[in-house]
């Protein structure tokens, strides 16, 4: 019932045309029904196929393949899938095992010759040599009737009462999320005799709308009037905040149905009449275009299509917190898993991959992209070559067999670096993307320890830097040697300067500094820093190499216990950078929007011969969702701690945006404001990215972070003072946070001002070419 069936032309057909626009190519079609559906499996009925489809890297079978043959003999277990006869054991088990009070009819309908295309949609069939197994095997414990297909027995046949064969292949199948609000009911007003609209049905009903089919051949036949009525009426439903207004079903003409014939017909409805019982107003709504399955944006205001499911879920530990493994179990309906040993796909198991608490950044999101290395990235070593895929919410596998499997959790460099070697460029992260690498994994993943001013700037006075008493730091910042800080005066400065819920005792846990004591040598009369791990009875002075005993010296210092910074916590230049990268990847990955998703990478450089190589200091793929519509795209970023944007920071950002059309762009810095000459690069690149690229999307989108988000606890909006949280209170997602940074920083109008004013342009443009006289060629 929810397998779509996606047609497949060369050149779509002109009942596909909408006027005034083209219809749509046959590619785009193919490739939108694909992403629409997100199918595990193709079966091929067409002769042949293009080339992209087979570039999905799909499996596809031919339809002889899907049963097991026995002797010569189709079997009657599939191969791919659950057979209809383990269904009807278990159907068997829950409704006609015992009488129950309000008992199921088990029903197979003999379709007609006349309109059976369109009746077998409707009904579903079977097989012959399935539909004797099930007569040998559960006609008489069921009861099975075969009553005749007519249109004046359509309304009695498809009560609720009846489990015929399209109904029960959505037995123990939940519908998770749902359609936009008011278009989860429609009346199809179709032309039975034509195989487009039946399939056009079909697709419909894939989508998991409620639909009722209404063929313009049995509009006088009472079965279908009274279908119609019912079908109305229990659609209709009112707004919980509006007792005057209503969701109501709507009327839907096919491709070889016209708006005038649907609108004589609905005029002769009288609904008011036969529910008067009900609130007076509308019962439904004509719409004159049929849901744009296949179109990316459309899809989304149109409806959508709704994810179905088996009952079964369960949470997966990982069993080694270092090494970040998983044990695969797999999940399988309770009434599948009797033939599996004979079967090449049972059904697929979706993983949903959220991580908390990883001190490494872990894939959570992955591109629709089917390319070798990706491939191998997400199947891992145990995994076995076409088993696994990346569907539509993560990734996707086939179940083969009831055994469990050991598998470690793909992290976001791997598949990252593996997108990029599809697209045949060599990536590895950086110096400074190691160095980033090794600070996240110190700070267990939560770098917001470290997302305030004075903090930042005593682990870089500690390194040697000059920073001023906010903690940025002094013009002309000159580096020397390490220096110590006494305990107690970190412990007041860490106090002082964090107001959120981090405690002192949290930077000590995840090593940012390293406990020893100071003491002057007694020769050369020189303080030395002696780290806890040296002290000994007798010690070395570093700086003259004369040993001192520990006693009578080190009593002599009060407070002799100092601090340094440890480890990758020790490099100056707040990091190389890698401070500000972690602070912006967190906020975009945890701090901004709960439901935004991510796979990113720190630092990297990438080569491809011929090509100039790609530097970022970070990347990500992501995922949106917000009001039930999700978006998805790429992400590139240039981070500076305290530093300017240069000419070849911007020139390596645009050569990104010229790589990757759709990428957002992001300009991070953890100061509050930017200069001039950063304004006018920033907007010259802005403006080149507005670009309307795909619906309510630009081609290169940029964003830009300063102090102001990246420096606090609250996220946009709230970050902003009362007149910014005012004016762009309604941020919800990625691309509009761009959009709103823009206004802010760079001065400049909203991206559907700026798309309006051209759409104007071009419409006065064409006004002007339209009335201008026309020249004529005398020669």
Same mark, same amino acid.
């Given at each position: $019932?929810y397998?779509?069936i ?17 219809s749509?190519? &046959? ?22 196929l293009?080339?992209?489809v087979?570039?999905?890297q ?8 899907v ?8 079997g ?9 006869l383990?269904?009807?054991? *278990?159907?068997?088990?829950e ?13 197979i ?7 059976g ?14 539909s ?6 559960f006609a ?33 199948l939940?519908?998770?999320g ?5 278009r ?6 179709? *032309?039975?005799?034509?195989v487009? *609209? ?8 894939a ?8 063929p ?8 279908f ?9 229990r ?8 007792p005057?207004?209503? *969701?109501?079903a ?16 609905a005029? /002769? ?5 036969m529910?008067s ?16 399955i ?8 149109d ?7 088996g009952t079964d879920?369960?949470?997966i ?8 493994e998983?044990?695969?179990?797999p ?17 697929v ?5 959220? $991580? ?5 950044h872990?894939?959570?999101v992955?591109?629709r ?20 895929r ?6 996707v596998?086939?179940v ?7 598998? @470690?959790?793909p ?6 670096f ?8 060599t ?7 190691i ?13 917001? =320890?470290?997302?305030n ?6 682990i870089?006075? $500690? ?18 040697g390490? +220096?110590?800080?006494?305990?107690? /005066?970190? @412990?007041? $400065? ?5 107001k ?15 406990l020893?004591?100071k ?6 009369? +020189?303080?030395?820093?002696? &780290?806890l ?6 010690m070395?002075?570093p ?10 010296n080190?009593?002599?210092? %009060? ?6 910074t ?18 912006? =990847?967190?906020f ?19 080569t ?7 530097? &970022?200091?970070?990347?990500m793929?992501? @995922?949106?969702?917000?009001y ?9 970023g ?8 240069e ?9 990104l ?12 810095? =953890?100061?509050e ?26 081609i290169?989108?940029?964003?830009i ?6 420096? /606090? ?22 691309l509009?946070? %761009?959009?709103? /940074? ?21 419409r ?9 006289p026309?020249q004529?060629?005398?020669?």
């Amino acid at each position: $019932m929810y397998y779509p069936i996606i047609p497949v032309y060369k050149r779509m057909p002109a009942s596909w045309r909408e006027r005034p626009f083209k219809s749509p190519l &046959a590619k785009d079609v193919v490739q939108g029904y694909l992403e629409a559906f997100d199918p595990d499996i193709l079966v091929q009925f067409a002769t042949e196929l293009p080339a992209y489809v087979a570039e999905s890297q799909l499996k596809i079978v031919k339809p002889e393949n899907v049963w097991n043959v026995r002797k010569g003999n189709l079997g009657i277990d599939p191969t791919l899938g659950i057979g209809v006869l383990d269904l009807l054991s *278990d159907v068997f088990e829950e409704c006609f095992k015992y009488k129950a009070r309000y008992q199921f009819k088990a029903i197979i309908p003999e379709i007609p010759k006349q309109f059976g295309l369109f009746w077998a949609s409707v009904f579903g069939e079977y097989p012959s040599h399935i539909s004797e197994a099930i007569d040998a095997h559960f006609a008489e414990p069921m009861e099975i009737e075969r009553p005749k297909v007519t249109p004046e027995a359509f309304l009695d046949l498809t009560e609720q009462m009846f489990l015929f064969p399209r109904r029960i292949t959505v037995w123990n199948l939940e519908s998770n999320g749902r359609l936009r609000f008011g278009r989860d009911a429609c009346i199809y007003f179709m *032309d039975a005799s034509q195989v487009e *609209d039946v399939v056009d049905y079909w697709n419909l009903r894939a989508t998991g709308r409620a639909v009722l089919p209404l063929p313009k051949q049995f509009l006088q036949h009472e079965s279908f009037k009274k279908a119609v009525h019912e079908f109305l009426l229990r659609e209709r439903r009112v707004w919980a905040h509006d007792p005057t207004s209503f *969701d109501v079903a709507s009327f839907i003409p096919s491709r070889h149905s016209t708006m005038e014939e649907l609108s004589t017909y609905a005029q /002769t409805l009288n609904l008011n009449a036969m529910g008067s019982d009900k609130p007076k107003g509308d019962y439904f709504s004509l719409q004159h275009w049929y849901p744009r399955i296949w179109n990316q944006w459309a899809r989304g205001k149109d409806g959508g299509v709704v994810d179905q499911y088996g009952t079964d879920e369960d949470s997966i530990d990982i069993t080694s917190a270092s090494e970040l493994e998983m044990r695969i179990k797999p999940l399988i309906p309770k009434f599948g898993k009797e033939n599996w040993f004979r079967s090449e796909g049972l059904c697929v198991n979706e993983f949903d991959l959220r $991580m908390y608490g990883a001190d490494e950044h872990l894939a959570e999101v992955y591109p629709r992209a089917r390319g070798k290395n990706l491939i191998y990235a997400i199947s891992g070593i145990t995994g076995t070559r076409g088993e696994w895929r990346i569907g539509r919410h993560g990734l996707v596998k086939i179940v083969r067999s009831l055994m469990s499997e050991p598998r @470690k959790v793909p992290s976001s460099e791997e598949v990252f670096f593996a997108w990029l070697a599809d697209h045949g460029w060599t990536a590895a992260l950086s110096p400074p993307g190691i160095l980033a690498k090794q600070i996240y994994k110190k700070l267990s993943g939560t770098p917001r =320890l470290i997302a305030n001013k004075s903090t930042l700037g005593l682990i870089e006075h $500690m390194n040697g830097g000059s920073v001023n008493r906010d903690g940025t730091p002094m013009r002309g910042n000159r580096i020397g040697g390490e +220096r110590e800080i006494p305990v107690g /005066t970190v @412990k007041n $400065m860490l106090k002082g300067s964090n107001k959120s819920s981090f405690r002192y005792d949290d930077f000590i846990e995840r090593g940012v500094f390293k406990l020893g004591w100071k003491t002057k040598c007694p020769n050369c009369q +020189r303080s030395t820093w002696f &780290a806890l791990p040296t002290l000994r009875e007798s010690m070395e002075c570093p700086k003259c190499l004369t040993s001192f005993a520990a006693a009578g010296n080190i009593e002599q210092t %009060s407070n002799g216990w100092h601090y340094r910074t440890a480890g990758p916590f020790s490099v100056p230049n707040y990091a190389d950078g890698a401070f500000a990268v972690l602070l912006t =990847l967190d906020f975009l990955g945890d701090q901004m929007f709960t439901l935004l998703r991510t796979t990113s990478v720190p630092s990297f450089v990438a080569t491809s011969p011929g090509k100039p190589n790609l530097e &970022a200091d970070l990347a990500m793929f992501w @995922k949106d969702s917000a009001y039930g519509e999700k978006t998805e795209g790429l992400l590139f970023g240039e981070c500076k701690t305290y530093g300017l944007f240069e000419a070849k920071d911007f020139e390596r950002m645009q050569y990104l945006a010229d790589s990757f059309p759709g990428a957002v762009l992001v300009f991070s810095t =953890l100061r509050e404001s930017l200069t001039k000459k950063e304004i006018v690069a920033l907007t010259r690149l802005a403006k080149a990215g507005r670009k309307y690229w795909r619906p309510e999307r630009p081609i290169n989108p940029v964003l830009i972070l300063t102090g102001n988000e990246l420096l /606090t606890a609250a996220h946009p909006p709230f970050c902003w003072d009362k007149s910014l949280h005012e004016r762009f209170s309604r941020i919800h997602d990625l691309l509009s946070l %761009s959009d709103a /940074t823009q206004q802010i920083y760079l001065n400049l109008p909203s991206w559907s001002e700026d798309w309006h004013k051209n759409r104007e342009k071009r419409r006065v443009r064409r006004e002007e070419r339209s009335t201008a006289p026309r020249q004529k060629d005398k020669r």
